[in-house]
């Protein structure tokens, strides 16, 4: 399974981003964000069809996740950025039919390299 994340750069506090993230199959997809000095952190999950869907409390109402299985990509839509938020941002996938979203790095078996958030304030 190949991830390619993008959508990543600059926005001032408040603003939005979609980032994007092309994967070679269905699977469980995940968000996850580490910023520096700090631990990785989940940020959003999807299952398989769509049906299932996990977030943060921290990005909860928010971000929104989701997928286009016909496009093989899954999209990070984040609104009122805050500058805690900047990060990079990692997505990760699962091969394999589940109708759970993954909250763990744990669960995720490959992993893309990235694309970076800065929210300025």
């Known amino acids: 399974v190949q991830l390619q994340a993008s959508g990543g750069g600059l926005v001032q506090a408040g603003g939005s981003l979609r980032l994007s993230c092309a994967t070679s199959?269905?699977?469980?997809m995940g968000w996850f964000r580490q910023a520096p000095g700090k631990e990785r952190e989940f940020v959003a999950a999807?299952?398989?069809?769509?049906?299932?869907?996990s977030y943060a409390d921290s990005v909860k109402g928010r971000f929104t996740i989701s997928r286009d299985n016909a496009k093989n990509t899954v999209y990070l839509q984040m609104n009122s950025l805050k500058s805690e938020d900047t990060a990079k941002y990692y997505c990760?996938?699962?091969?394999?039919?589940?109708?759970?979203?993954?909250?763990?790095?744990?669960?995720?078996?490959?992993w893309g390299q990235g694309t970076l958030v800065t929210v300025s304030s």
């Open positions: 990760a996938a699962t091969p394999g039919y589940s109708n759970r979203a993954y909250r763990t790095p744990q669960e995720y078996e490959f």
């Open positions: 199959s269905s699977s469980v």
């Open positions: 999807i299952s398989g069809s769509g049906g299932s869907v």
